[in-house]
């Protein structure tokens, strides 16, 4: 009896177990909120079932969902600069998770060259912007996302947001003569990645490598640095679909005020031709509404995923006959096999646009300025009405009459396969393919100024295209390995190639009798037989280069407080002369980690202080290709045996001792978070030498045959501050408020410019326009600093408004008794200081960005008031200035001090107002709406139409008689997640 009781225990006790076991084995879903610290809600939090693939990301309120195989699941909870958490999901059916800081975002990775490191491993200077830091609005280029982001980073758009413009790039001041001084563009691993493959909402970060020490593993090719951009990729998770849009309109921020038809015609020499015509109007499309879409989806397995997008944008610039139209997409696949030890990454990329690149002249709105008001636009005949006045053109003719287009298509592919080998040694094969393309086609009407002038009445058409293609081929290795603990250690070593092509091919005709056909019938121009016209052209063209390199990165730190880091590479360049091809690029760098001292430990204020110091080398290759070599030129014909012959000789004399240009760098920083990573950021202060700068100098003849020689000799310092600040000044459950700013000093000097072989007594550059033969602003000498303008010293006006000028022994004179000596330094074009400043507040479901920018400290010659504020212009029209500030002047331009103006400004930049969507449905996972106003205010001391103008290189501080309308602009956009 008492076993039977036994038996039935037992069964009772197994069946409970069973029960236990079954609803332990059953799947559920579990959901929950995912927050900061400050219990704000925290998006693209990787949420994934421990021990499987299966996974999902929170949503942009914070909020997960996620079905588990039973209650004894575990969930890993994981994301960029927050501590990893496990957590058991037990029996309930909702959990919460508070992410935590690592500290001060120190286990966030950043991308270096051919790899990545934690925040907190990094011994040089490089920065770091991620998506969520982006300037918002329509942007022109990726380049724009970035802009006063970064400490020491100068983009400059001298064509303001002309859609069919670039962006002047250049870090921490000039670096080269007439090589390269952009930083290298590096785009998933491809290095000089094209740009126009990338759109705002496919980019995930920006890594500048800034100094000598981070940039010297791309050697040859780093000397301005390095601008490594990484593209969003596919994420484990279920299946998910985004869809950004926005569109803007361009606003005229401030126009040239010119005399009215009234004030005009009383002027000395001018014509009344009895019309009143706004000819600036008439150029500005008044309509202009620019849009772009962005549709993405994303998902799959952590073995298997990937991301694709497909965009399409329409660009439309404040001139008429201003254009770029585009649409293309991008493909990221992730595969991982063999028990996760073989990875495979592919990448693919296309853009197909076609731009209108006939308006948006910058000579088109000089005419807007200078033609006469009183002139109609067509004659009483409905012909175009062309003034004769100096320097006069119809610019409404030429949009109506010409025609330029381009059709530009871009692929880029690449792919990334990985094998771990042992635990902690992984190879890896890259290979990468750019090809870029584009056809120009030009046509100007039998009708049009130009045919009637150059082509005696007939129509002139031009076809061309160029081809450029890259191919990337990369081996890498990487072994790294703790030693007992306290010692970690990563190599890198690799080899790289990379094969460059430019081809191109362009045909011109012109005395065409009729524009129906317009260029496409290039044969039916009477040019081909017709020797009163121009000669028809024809031409094509190829050039190529070849660069081999060999690299190594040894990563080492001690107890995580003490870091050292060596790289070396070795790279062969095609360019350079047989003497010098190979050249070797060695940086070192070490870090020590002061916070994780002993005594540290009871300053309780200071979450990470980190001081860094590095020294590298890097290289310059970005010049023309075969300038060691003697490449022959076409010289004139010659009849033999009564058959016309063609003359060849050489077009330059050879350098086989030709080599790139080397920079030296040290730099000092120091990265520091306080008050509980409420306060953060770095200073850095470096100091480079670029040497061996290239240029062309007078030969010896003998032995050289031609009279230049393209070689080394020069070198150029910089020296300069960086400073980068992150704060948060508030944050609680409804309101935040986070500030970031950067802040940098700059200082170049030309250190040489000669050696006992090669002597120059200074360079020059800003050659200003006709009329008055003025010269060239800015000059450079050896030892001194770059970007000096050289010119006279007013002293005033005559009786008569003539000019009085100081000569150079102090004495005054006219215009007519100076010369070249007594020309002096009057300004500097180079800013010294750039600055921003973020603000971005958040509200409940509200946000408000507000960010400042400024350049300082730094002079602008005003040539629009030098041509167009001077009486003597006449009879094209003129600034009012000449009735105001300029009215005493009555004598022909000449360049001096009294045309340069401070050039500083600060603007507000950009305002960005935000809104949350809040629903409740599964289908849409967030919804945010916003509008962005950019270039809004400028506070600045120049009278001119913008102070921000070109400052990088030599030619600096000009604002050039042309220009481009500045503009404001307004954007409403959309952000929704499926």
Avoid at 294 to 321: E, H, P, Q, V
Avoid at 545 to 564: Q, V
Avoid at 835 to 859: A, C, E, H, I, P
């Amino acid at each position: 009896m008492e076993k039977k009781k036994l038996l039935c225990k037992m069964g009772a006790l197994m069946s409970l177990l069973f029960m236990s076991l079954s609803a332990l084995s059953q799947s559920k879903v579990v959901s929950g909120k995912i927050t900061g610290a400050e219990n704000q809600p925290l998006p693209n939090v990787s949420v994934q079932i421990k021990g499987t693939t299966k996974g999902t990301q929170s949503d942009l309120n914070g909020l997960y969902r996620i079905e588990v195989p039973s209650a004894s699941s575990v969930l890993v909870f994981s994301a960029v600069g927050f501590a990893r958490q496990e957590l058991p999901v037990g029996s309930g059916t909702t959990l919460d998770v508070t992410m935590q800081l690592s500290s001060s975002s120190l286990e966030g990775v950043v991308v270096v060259g051919y790899g990545t490191q934690k925040r907190k491993e990094v011994t040089a200077a490089v920065a770091t912007v991620k998506s969520e830091d982006f300037n918002q609005g329509g942007v022109r280029s990726p380049l724009d996302l970035i802009q006063g982001k970064v400490a020491g980073l100068s983009l400059t758009r001298t064509n303001g947001n002309n859609p069919n413009s670039g962006v002047s790039i250049q870090l921490r001041g000039v670096t080269s003569l007439t090589g390269s001084i952009a930083p290298l563009i590096v785009i998933d691993g491809i290095p000089g990645g094209n740009l126009d493959l990338l759109q705002m909402d496919d980019i995930e970060s920006f890594d500048v490598l800034k100094d000598g020490s981070a940039a010297a593993i791309y050697g040859t090719r780093a000397n301005g640095g390095v601008i490594i951009i990484t593209t969003k990729k596919g994420k484990a998770g279920d299946p998910r679909y985004e869809y950004n849009t926005y569109v803007q309109r361009e606003l005229i921020d401030k126009k040239p005020e010119i005399l009215s038809p009234e004030e005009y015609i009383e002027m000395p020499k001018a014509v009344d031709l009895n019309d009143r015509t706004d000819i600036y109007a008439m150029l500005i499309d008044k309509q202009n509404i620019s849009q772009y879409h962005n549709f993405s989806a994303s998902g799959g397995t952590a073995k298997s995923n990937y991301r694709a997008s497909l965009y399409f944008r329409d660009a439309n610039g404040i001139a008429i006959r201003n254009t770029k139209r585009e649409y293309g997409g991008r493909l990221n696949i992730n595969q991982r096999g063999l028990q996760d030890k073989l990875t495979l990454q592919v990448n693919l990329a296309a853009n197909f646009n076609k731009a209108d690149l006939l308006g948006g002249s910058s000579g088109d709105f000089e005419q807007a300025v200078q033609r006469n008001p009183t002139a109609p636009v067509f004659n009483q005949d409905g012909t175009y009405l062309e003034t004769n006045a100096f320097n006069n053109y119809n610019p409404i003719a030429r949009l109506h009459q010409e025609l330029s287009e381009r059709e530009q298509q871009t692929f880029s592919g690449d792919a990334r396969l990985t094998l771990e080998i042992i635990k902690g040694l992984k190879v890896s094969a890259f290979g990468a393919m750019v090809r870029d393309g584009w056809n120009d086609r030009q046509y100007r009407l039998k009708a049009s100024r130009s045919s009637m002038q150059s082509y005696n009445g007939g129509g002139y058409a031009y076809k061309g295209n160029q081809q450029d293609m890259s191919r990337t081929f990369e081996t890498i290795a990487e072994y790294s390995r703790a030693v007992a603990v306290d010692h970690v250690m990563g190599l890198i070593g690799g080899y790289s190639y990379q094969y460059n092509s430019v081809e191109t091919f362009s045909v011109s005709n012109n005395g065409f009798l009729t524009d129906v056909f317009q260029d496409w019938n290039m044969g039916n121009g009477t040019a081909i037989r017709n020797t009163l016209l121009p000669a028809p052209g024809i031409s094509s063209f190829k050039e190529d280069n070849t660069l081999i390199a060999f690299f190594g990165r040894l990563n080492y730190a001690f107890r995580g407080k003490y870091l050292a880091q060596f790289i070396l590479r070795r790279e062969g360049s095609s360019r350079f002369g047989a003497n010098n091809k190979w050249g070797n690029f060695p940086a070192v760098s070490a870090g020590w980690v002061i916070s994780d001292e002993s005594f540290m430990k009871d300053i309780r204020q200071i979450d990470n202080l980190k001081l860094r110091i590095g020294y590298g080398v890097t290289g310059n290759q970005g010049i023309p290709n075969y300038q060691s070599l003697v490449t022959l030129s076409t010289g004139g014909n010659y009849i033999q045996n009564g058959v016309w012959m063609q003359t060849f000789g050489p077009s330059r004399n050879p350098n086989p001792d030709l080599r790139w240009e080397k920079k030296k760098e040290l730099n000092v920083g120091i990265d520091f978070a306080l008050l509980n990573n409420r306060l953060g950021g770095a200073i850095d202060l470096y100091s480079r030498k670029t040497e061996d700068l290239l240029y062309s100098y007078n030969a010896p003849q003998p032995p050289y045959i031609l009279t230049t020689l393209y070689t080394n000799v020069g070198s150029i310092s910089n020296k300069g501050i960086e400073l980068t600040l992150s704060a948060v000044p508030i944050r609680n459950n409804n309101f935040s408020w986070n500030v970031d700013a950067t802040w940098n000093y700059q200082k170049n000097k030309m250190s040489s410019l000669s050696n006992q072989f090669y002597k120059v007594d200074r360079l020059e550059f800003g050659g200003l326009p006709s009329p008055g033969n003025l010269g060239n602003a800015i000059r450079v000498f050896e030892g001194g600093p770059i970007g000096d303008f050289w010119g006279y010293r007013f002293a005033g006006f005559d009786d008569q408004g003539k000019w009085i000028f100081y000569k150079k022994d102090g004495a005054k004179a006219g215009a007519g008794a100076m010369s070249d000596d007594d020309r002096v330094v009057i300004g500097n074009g180079i800013p010294k200081y750039m600055v921003s400043l973020t603000n971005q507040f958040k509200y409940k479901n509200f946000d408000l960005t507000l960010f400042f920018r400024g350049k300082l400290g730094y002079d602008l010659l005003n040539t629009k008031e030098m041509y167009f504020g001077n009486i003597n212009w006449s009879p094209n029209n003129m600034l009012r200035t000449v009735l105001s500030k300029h009215a005493q002047l009555n004598e022909s331009p000449q360049y001096s001090n009294y045309y340069l103006e401070p050039g500083g400004f600060i603007k507000l930049d950009n305002v960005t107002l935000g809104y949350t969507v809040k629903l409740k449905t599964s289908y849409i996972r967030n919804l945010y709406l916003y509008v962005t106003g950019r270039n809004l205010i400028t506070f600045t001391r120049y009278n001119g139409l913008d102070p921000e103008l070109e400052d990088t290189g030599f030619t600096t501080g000009i604002d050039n008689r042309g220009f481009y309308p500045r503009t404001k602009s307004l954007a409403a956009g959309l952000r929704v997640g499926f």
